[in-house]
């Protein structure tokens, strides 16, 4: 079988644990948890009730939904052992690590996006933008997080036993990803904070933290399968 | 890995590095300074014996390159609680030409752990495996001639049971993947529907089982316990089976715990004990046995083992004919000055003693003494037959500082 049937078997192999109910029981929790903060946030103070409802989606269940939904994708080990099952006839290690973290980063984003956009909805009072357009970029945003953190988990799952190298990023961004400085711009938190208009890391534009998502899922998803390869 | 030393191998198919190694592949080379002084004690009667082999056609495990080496291997498996490991090898040495190779121990002994590195599972921490010349867990082709069962069976999880086998089938090359022809065949076709995580213990690894056993031109099939623990299993035929992959040349290794299921099928028995993988147990009519035993470190007699205990605990088996040991003689301690207030107690070295068993049918004996060193506490570091068959007088020669019964 080729390189793309490899990468093939561990998309559909992270897919349905993805469709599984570890996955839903993870995406139900961060629903409810959106839902519930956005209403209390527009209950509280109607004004710039939008502005803080997303804030904590980003800070709080964006890295946990794709935790869990990384963590699942890889079968909860390590990412070379969750290879395994589908490389053991002969497939390569590598491609089928690959379609796994392909997997586990369209689920991150798709859920983030998803998440995003339930704040947005459940904050929205006579004050806020204008609903439409703020759902539209408050999606892609946190696509573009929920990928990065794909990414950032991926990468994460190659070390240590059982794939615990993930819980390293988690921490990082849990500390230190609400910094402007270096350390923050390596996390993807900053970041979407700048998408969402919050500070800028390093003074960068909004365009160059987009840019800086979509690096960090595609480079540390590929090292990740890079270092799972045979 | 091969019971006897041959005298030419050819060595010409096998990659350069396996080529180079060649003298080497025939048995446990660390294990090869340990049997030297045994072995030149019977270099009187070597040259009669060596005369004879030369006329008679050596048996195919011997003149056939080995198909799976171990180097050296240090690796542990994952099989313990939390991941922990359950079993280690430790510096293992082997190689296994085709043929069927029982290798008896549990999983404590390490047998998962040589399963996970043979079958490409996982990488030893240190040393090397080759099957075929190349690395499974790095090499994929390899893998896709690799049939492996392994302790807790790990399928890919599909729609259905029957997915799994075609992608398996399409991932070793083969053109026409059947489900159905593969799993009906073996009684297992009620579960070709069925999806692959709400299958039993036993029915996924009937599937796993079925799957390592039509690898496509196999070179090594790794098996372990697959007498126990599966579905619809008909062990007879599951026996020609296996012999029947020996001999269109794959290295077939079952791994198992029970003595029975060993000699019951096995070519080769070979014994794995805390790690250490034994040559081939002696097995045939009659003859020699020679054992090798640590010898407890200074300060660890009181907790038993040794020579004296197996030899003590072998005096209650039937059917031994004689037994007879030469301990080994540890070198004396130099006391310690006067001048040096914390003298350096010097390193314990590993000392090994011999015995010799002498017994009309050498399977029985190596049970025996697999049983006996369990019971004493011992650990032995080898287990062969005396080559060459040492007449009675050599034997007399050869134990004189220990006794005999």
Request: charged share 20%; hydrophobic share 45%; aromatic share 2%.
């Amino acid at each position: 079988m080729s390189a793309a049937g490899a990468v093939l078997a561990g998309f559909t192999t992270a897919g349905r644990r993805l469709l599984g109910r570890r996955a839903l029981v993870a995406v139900v929790l961060g629903v409810a948890l959106t839902a519930t903060s956005a209403v209390i946030e527009r209950s509280t103070a109607p004004a710039g009730a939008t502005d803080r409802a997303l804030t904590a989606t980003f800070r709080l269940v964006i890295p946990l939904v794709a935790f869990a939904l990384t963590a699942d994708a890889a079968d909860r080990a390590r990412l070379r052992d969750a290879a395994w099952p589908a490389a053991r006839f002969g497939l390569g290690r590598g491609g089928v690590a690959l379609g796994m973290v392909l997997a586990a980063v369209m689920g991150a984003a798709a859920v983030s996006g998803l998440v995003a956009v339930l704040a947005v909805l459940a904050a929205h009072g006579p004050g806020s933008p204008p609903l439409a357009r703020d759902a539209l970029v408050s999606s892609y945003v946190g696509a573009l997080a929920g990928a990065a953190y794909g990414g950032w988990f991926s990468l994460g799952s190659t070390f240590l036993r059982r794939g615990r190298g993930r819980v390293v990023p988690l921490a990082l961004d849990l500390l230190f990803g609400g910094s402007a400085g270096v350390l923050g711009a390596m996390l993807p938190r900053s970041h979407a904070t700048n998408l969402i208009g919050g500070e800028a890391p390093l003074g960068l534009a909004q365009q160059g933290s987009a840019g800086i998502l979509v690096g960090m899922a595609l480079v540390l998803g590929l090292l990740a399968a890079f270092r799972t390869r045979d | 890995m091969t019971s006897r030393e041959p005298s030419t191998s050819p060595e010409d198919d096998l990659p350069e590095e396996e080529a180079s190694q060649g003298d080497a592949a025939q048995g446990s080379a660390p294990r090869d300074d340990l049997s030297r002084d045994d072995l030149s004690q019977g270099d009187a009667a070597q040259g009669a014996v060596a005369a004879q082999e030369a006329e008679a056609p050596p048996p195919l495990a011997a003149v056939t390159p080995p198909l799976v080496r171990l180097e050296r291997v240090v690796a542990s498996d994952d099989a313990g609680p939390h991941g922990d490991a359950r079993g280690r090898l430790h510096h293992a040495e082997a190689a296994f030409a085709p043929g069927v190779h029982m290798i008896l121990g549990t999983p404590e002994d390490g047998t998962l752990a040589l399963a996970h590195v043979l079958s490409g599972r996982t990488r030893p921490s240190s040393g090397r495996v080759r099957v075929g010349g190349h690395d499974p867990a790095r090499h994929a082709k390899t893998r896709a001639r690799l049939g492996a069962l392994l302790g807790a069976p790990e399928l890919p999880d599909t729609r259905t049971v029957a997915a799994v086998v075609e992608m398996a089938q399409r991932a070793r090359g083969e053109a026409r993947p059947s489900a159905a022809a593969l799993l009906d065949g073996r009684g297992l076709g009620r579960l070709l529907a069925r999806r692959p995580v709400s299958l039993s213990f036993a029915e996924a690894r009937a599937v796993e089982l079925a799957l390592a056993l039509s690898t496509p031109e196999p070179l090594c099939v790794v098996l372990v316990e697959p007498f126990a623990e599966v579905t619809s299993l008909d062990a007879a035929a599951l026996r020609v089976e296996l012999h029947a992959l020996a001999e269109k040349g794959a290295c077939v290794l079952v791994l198992t715990s029970s003595r029975t299921d060993a000699w019951a099928l096995g070519d080769h028995v070979h014994q794995l004990d805390r790690g250490v993988l034994l040559p081939a147990l002696p097995a045939g009519r009659g003859g020699e046995i020679v054992v090798q035993v640590e010898e407890p470190r200074p300060g660890e007699e009181a907790a038993g083992g040794g020579v004296r205990a197996l030899a003590t605990a072998l005096t209650e088996v039937p059917g031994l004919q004689a037994v007879a040991w030469e301990e080994a003689q540890r070198a004396p301690q130099v006391p310690s000055g006067g001048d040096t207030p914390h003298p350096t107690p010097p390193a314990p070295t590993l000392a090994l003693s011999t015995l010799r068993v002498r017994a009309a049918d050498l399977d029985a004996a190596s049970l025996s003494i697999l049983d006996a060193a369990t019971r004493a506490g011992v650990v032995l570091a080898s287990i062969r037959t005396a080559t060459p068959p040492p007449t009675r007088r050599q034997v007399g020669r050869t134990v004189q500082p220990g006794g005999g019964r």
